[in-house]
């Protein structure tokens, strides 16, 4: 229904499945009839996903996003035909780039992974509202996005420090971690999205979760190893309590 609701994700989806172009149409800006005007997030989301494009080495024309309103019939089929014939130059996906279809594939599929993660780190600028033609271009650079998906952020627990108060499970939006009771929490970072929450959630007396920049993640500790021995308060200490 509104344009502010095709997610980043929906766009590599039909890349993913073999589309050579992909069209979005949207109302004219500043004439949404809501006050969320999703145009303009729809617009923010279209300027991300060219240069995420340009990342993987696929042409970013391959992606056309442009507002109308439905009493444009004329400027509708001309922007469509004109799409159209670009998306024909432009060749089959991949194949037009030079790309191996399985490296292009599970770079597809990488990426689609990460789209929480990338829409969490760049929250502000896709809410952003550019009213001036001239400064889509510089929303987001081919650098940051590079630097972005080159630097990807995880989270870890530490073992030595993970006391098994279950909070970042309870938290966690993906059940992410695997948490049992006396068990050191461990993630799953085939599941994680890197919302951040267990890092914001675990109890700065604990500080068990640990954010990892551009390193490899620390192998788990295997299971058999994950229960807390508790130290036995002294006798003393607990007449005190
Ligand atoms: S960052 Fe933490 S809370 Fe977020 S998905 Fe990953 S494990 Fe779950
Ligand atoms: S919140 Fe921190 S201490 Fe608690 S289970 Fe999670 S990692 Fe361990």
């Known amino acids: ?115 929480p993660y990338i829409k969490v780190v760049h929250q502000e600028k896709l809410a952003s509202r550019l009213e001036n033609p001239e400064h889509y271009d510089k929303l987001f650079t081919k650098d940051e996005i590079d630097k972005l998906l080159s630097e990807v952020i995880s989270y870890y627990i530490d073992p030595e420090k993970c006391q098994a108060c279950m909070t970042c499970a309870k938290r966690c939006p993906v059940e992410a971690i695997l948490s049992a009771k006396n068990q050191v929490h461990v993630i799953d970072q085939e599941k994680c999205i890197k919302c951040g929450t267990c890092f914001e959630a675990c109890p700065p007396k604990f500080s068990a979760v640990t954010k990892i920049s551009g390193e490899p993640v620390p192998p788990p500790l295997p299971e058999e190893k994950r229960t807390i021995v508790r130290k036995k308060k002294e006798k003393g200490e607990k007449d005190k309590e």
Do not use: W
Not at 57 to 78: H, K, Q, T, V, Y
Not at 84 to 105: C, F, S, T
């Open 1 to 115: 229904m509104c344009s502010g609701r095709v997610d980043l994700e929906f766009v590599l989806r039909a890349f993913s499945n073999g589309m050579d172009g992909v069209f979005i149409g949207g109302c004219r800006l500043n004439e949404c009839n809501y006050i969320t005007h999703g145009n303009y997030h729809a617009l923010n989301m279209a300027l991300l996903c060219k240069k995420i494009m340009e990342h993987i080495g696929l042409n970013p024309d391959r992606l056309r996003i442009e507002f109308m309103s439905s009493a444009e019939g004329i400027l509708f089929a001309e922007v469509m035909s004109e799409f159209g014939n670009k998306v024909r130059e432009l060749g089959p996906l991949g194949k037009g780039e030079g790309i191996d279809q399985n490296e292009l594939k599970s770079k597809l599929a990488e990426i689609r992974k990460l789209v």
